[in-house]
């Protein structure tokens, strides 16, 4: 199983921007598909973004039009810009290789917090 480390997490205020990053040790993330998610206190895990080995993207209407997934390959990693962020954004987020919140991958790293401020 992949191994995941999320970062670029952090607080915020209503309206900021954070870049979030997902990296895996020994593995080329090029050729997989990953996916963004998130998880709230009390909540289902939320599927965030997805970007596939060849390069297509999805978002998650809430975050569609202020979110942008994309890959850097030399630094071998996934990123998630969020824009114009709303409280209702505070979450951990984390990735893994999948589009689906429903997927059975078991090896989540520890996620990122992101906290949005009201």
């Known amino acids: 199983q992949l191994t995941f480390v999320e970062s670029g997490g952090g607080l915020v205020q209503p309206g900021g921007s954070l870049r979030l990053s997902c990296a895996a040790s020994?593995?080329?993330?090029?050729?997989?598909?990953i996916g963004w998610f998130r998880q709230a206190p009390g909540k289902e895990r939320e599927a965030v973004s997805c970007?596939?080995?060849?390069?297509?993207?999805n978002y998650t209407d809430s975050v569609k039009g202020r979110s942008t997934i994309a890959r850097d390959v030399a630094r071998n990693s996934v990123y998630l810009q969020m824009n114009s962020l709303k409280p209702e954004d505070t979450a951990v987020y984390y990735c893994?290789?999948?589009?689906?919140?429903?997927?059975?991958?078991?090896?989540w790293g520890r996620g990122t917090q992101v906290t949005v401020s009201s």
């Open positions: 020994g593995w080329r993330l090029q050729y997989y598909t």
């Open positions: 893994a290789p999948a589009c689906s919140a429903d997927t059975d991958f078991a090896a």
């Open positions: 970007i596939t080995d060849g390069g297509y993207t």
